[in-house]
Structures are given as C-alpha cells and as structure tokens.
C-alpha cells in the first residue's frame, strides 16, 4: 500500500512554499557545500535554462545562503540573468536543512 502524502493544508512547511526572484549575486554558497561543477556542466546548465527556462528554483536559507542550487546559480549567471528563482526555506535549523540539500543533490 503506498505511503499516504502529507496535507499541504496541514503542514505549515509545505503550504507556505513561495517562488520569489532574487539578483543572483546577492546569493551566497553554502561554505560546506562539496560539490563541484566543471566548466563544461556549468556550460550544460547554462544552455538548458536558455532552452527550457530555470523549472528548478535555488533552495536559500533567510541569510540567502544556498542550501541547493549551487550549479542553477552558476548556469545563471553564465546566462547573464539578473533575477533567479529561489524557495526560502524559513525557520529550518542545520540538521533540518542538510536532508534538503542533500535530496536535491540525488535527485536533480
């Protein structure tokens, strides 16, 4: 049987998720963050937001500093962008966030 999904209506994390634009050199990386993208995958990311838009937004802490994201942001401003997309992700503490980070990574 498969699990059940949390109610966005019930769950204040979920229903309070909003996609704001922010000037992409006002975002700061993560200090810890380890991974690294090679010219050639910046380049990769940079073509498919001209190709297909940025459907992915950069995931930020209240400090703006990225919690996921960190290739988007580097493809963006290959582009030239001046706004990106962002979630700010409110009132997650470290041992919050780090799953977050870390799912993206996996998944995208």
Request: overall charge positive.
């Amino acid at each position: 049987m498969p699990k059940p999904r949390p109610d966005p209506a019930s769950d204040p994390a979920l229903s309070s998720l909003e996609i704001i634009y922010r000037d992409p050199t006002t975002l700061k990386p993560h200090p810890r963050n380890t991974r690294t993208h090679s010219k050639a995958q910046v380049a990769q990311i940079a073509q498919s937001i001209r190709n297909f838009g940025f459907t992915n937004p950069i995931l930020i802490d209240e400090q703006d500093e990225i919690i996921a994201g960190h290739g988007r942001l580097l493809g963006a401003k290959a582009c030239e962008l001046q706004q990106v997309p962002v979630i700010e992700l409110k009132g997650h503490c470290q041992k919050k966030r780090r799953p977050q980070g870390f799912g993206a990574r996996i998944a995208g």
